[in-house]
């Protein structure tokens, strides 16, 4: 099992950015994808984005694409999401989540997760 914990979060005007850090304990972080998932208010916790065990593969949902950046540092067992150009749509609850076996989109198959940080985007 690894344990994760989320920090970053905050609030920035529409056009800032933000930079979320998940740092992780227990089983090898190096051995597991990590993914970025995000809640809004009366929604479906969706995800954002995903990186490959080695930080070699990345994978982002559309609306992301070109402003947030995931990247990791295995020697200090933290996964990073660089978030530019940043929205009023973008305001959620992110989450971090891990899996020793599957990189991609699908929230079901990360079995570890963070508790969130709160990122809130005003227009």
């Known amino acids: 099992q690894v344990q994760l914990v989320e920090s970053g979060g905050g609030l920035v005007q529409a056009g800032g950015s933000l930079r979320l850090s998940c740092a992780a304990s227990?089983?090898?972080?190096?051995?597991?994808?990590t993914g970025w998932f995000r809640q809004a208010p009366g929604k479906e916790r969706e995800f954002v984005a995903a990186i490959t065990w080695t930080g070699v593969m990345t994978y982002y949902t559309d609306s992301v694409k070109g402003r947030f950046t995931i990247s990791r540092d295995n020697a200090k067992n933290t996964v990073y999401l660089q978030m530019n150009s940043l929205k009023p749509e973008d305001t959620a609850v992110y989450y971090c989540?891990?899996?020793?076996?599957?990189?991609?989109?699908?929230?079901?198959?990360?079995?570890?997760w963070g508790q969130g940080t709160q990122v809130t985007v005003s227009s």
């Open positions: 227990g089983r090898t972080f190096s051995s597991v994808a």
């Open positions: 989540a891990a899996s020793p076996t599957y990189f991609g989109p699908t929230l079901e198959k990360y079995y570890d």
